[in-house]
């Protein structure tokens, strides 16, 4: 029998449903991996086309008794999720693409300074958004080729934010997955490995090792800093 998972509330299943549903619109054959331990379920996937991993952390109504490590479809498990009775029927397992061996660290993460505000981050993605549409337009006929936007989008999501070494893609998937929002309510908001969502700077750039990582009170965004030897390999970058 298949594992059954009782979130904290229908809000929090309303959630992951968002999260897997975002995932599914960017590839109907997503793969998420899954994690539950203690009183919280962390999935993890990857939308094409940002390379990165995206983290979301749902809350349980109870500590599972079974620490729970599978890779699931994210569209069968989007499927059994209930938001009426806040719970979900884990799907079978499928063998998981590469990156699913290739998770960041659990701990020794730290904070990095120079991240702009949430406000500021938006703008610079909308921002990036129109420049690729307007170089798009400007692109005479001959040129207009997938592999010339995907080398303007490449220049243009490969430019790093205010003083840190972060990529502009790592926002502009953030706020595609709908990281980057208001703050709910603290009974409801859910940081990913980091502090209660009334906590000051709930929107962080963290650090461990060869990873950096955009936190929000609604997921994170993680991704291997340039130059890291394994991990995700190269995709193109293209605004959405």
Request: charged residues 20%.
């Amino acid at each position: 029998m298949n594992e059954q998972l009782r979130f904290a509330d229908s809000g929090e299943a309303a959630d992951l449903a968002a999260f897997l549903g975002r995932l599914v619109h960017y590839d109907r054959a997503a793969a998420v991996r899954l994690q539950a331990g203690g009183g919280a379920l962390a999935v993890f996937g990857r939308p094409p086309s940002f390379e990165v991993l995206a983290v979301r952390t749902v809350r349980l109504a109870a500590p599972v008794g079974t620490p729970l490590d599978v890779t699931v479809s994210a569209g069968e498990l989007l499927e059994h999720v209930d938001e009426a009775s806040a719970a979900a029927t884990v799907p079978g397992a499928v063998t998981g693409p590469p990156w699913t061996g290739v998770l960041p660290p659990r701990g020794g993460w730290q904070q990095v300074p120079g991240l702009p505000g949430t406000e500021q981050m938006t703008a610079a993605v909308a921002a990036a958004v129109a420049e690729f549409r307007a170089r798009d337009e400007a692109l005479p006929p001959q040129h207009r080729t997938r592999s010339e936007r995907d080398r303007i989008g490449r220049e243009i999501w490969s430019r790093t934010l205010g003083d840190t070494e972060l990529p502009l893609r790592v926002v502009h998937a953030a706020q595609s997955l709908g990281f980057l929002r208001p703050v709910r309510s603290t009974a409801t908001a859910v940081p990913t490995g980091g502090p209660p969502a009334d906590a000051p700077d709930p929107v962080a750039l963290l650090a461990a090792g060869a990873w950096l990582r955009l936190r929000t009170p609604y997921g994170s965004v993680a991704m291997r800093r340039p130059g890291a030897t394994g991990g995700l390999g190269a995709l193109l970058v293209r605004p959405v």
